[in-house]
T-cell receptor
Framework: KNEVEQSPQNLTAQEGEFITINCSYSVGISALHWLQQHPGGGIVSLFM???GKKKHGRLIATINIQEKHSSLHITASHPRDSAVYIC?????????FGTGTSLTVIP | EAGVTQSPTHLIKTRGQQATLRCSPISGHTSVYWYQQALGLGLQFLLWYDEGEERNRGNFPPRFSGRQFPNYSSELNVNALELEDSALYLCASSFGTDYDQPQHFGDGTRLSIL
């Protein structure tokens, strides 16, 4: 069983929709990162969370340490948000990655 | 500021050969991480170097090795290549070793084993 689980695996949305991607982990962690990977492979780090909530533009990330759960929200989704979103839990000096959520936003 | 650079972009090898992948971190970053992304398997942690020392390695056989040079650039070596080593190999760098430091990723080296 993967220590980090993401859902859904695939997500298709209409432009403008509110999107939520979930990440659950089964062990204690120091921090959780959200990454964005565009076709071709390039990865961008979106957020690092150890508690609470962070916001950057249309992206919001939350984490509940007690429930071992994090969510990434995208408000007013746009086709340029189409990418794979990966959560990564930092534990014992390494990352444990979720399997990713492939998001497609249709105009 | 130049980002993390990896070379080569693509590498084609045959089974049993050795591959060397290179990574130059962002100026000032002392930590370099290597990850493997095989088709359908997601990202997996390979190696972490900081200040020239190997700090941690993931669950990979010893034929995956590397080093970090005094200028903080890094090399990943894969010996006795197997078909399942075909993957995108990503390097990332960060400032220091704190878990809350963002990692900056390179564009990767796509290794194909024939």
């Amino acid at each position: 069983k993967n220590e980090v689980e993401q859902s859904p695996q695939n997500l298709t949305a209409q432009e403008g929709e509110f999107i939520t991607i979930n990440c659950s982990y089964s062990v204690g962690i120091s921090a959780l990162h959200w990454l964005q990977q565009h076709p071709g492979g390039g990865i961008v780090s979106l957020f690092m969370l150890s508690s609470g909530k962070k916001k950057h533009g249309r992206l919001i990330a939350t984490i509940n340490i007690q429930e071992k759960h994090s969510s990434l929200h995208i408000t007013a989704s746009h086709p340029r948000d189409s990418a794979v979103y990966i959560c990564a839990a930092w534990r014992l000096y390494q990352f444990y990655f979720g399997t990713g959520t492939s998001l497609t936003v249709i105009p | 500021e130049a980002g993390v650079t990896q070379s080569p972009t693509h590498l084609i090898k045959t089974r049993g050969q050795q591959a060397t992948l290179r990574c130059s971190p962002i100026s000032g970053h002392t930590s370099v991480y290597w990850y493997q992304q095989a088709l359908g398997l997601g990202l997996q942690f390979l190696l972490w170097y900081d200040e020239g020392e190997e700090r941690n390695r993931g669950n990979f056989p010893p034929r995956f090795s590397g080093r970090q040079f005094p200028n903080y650039s890094s090399e990943l070596n894969v010996n006795a290549l197997e078909l399942e080593d075909s993957a995108l190999y990503l390097c990332a760098s960060s400032f220091g070793t704190d878990y809350d430091q963002p990692q900056h990723f390179g564009d990767g080296t796509r290794l194909s084993i024939l």
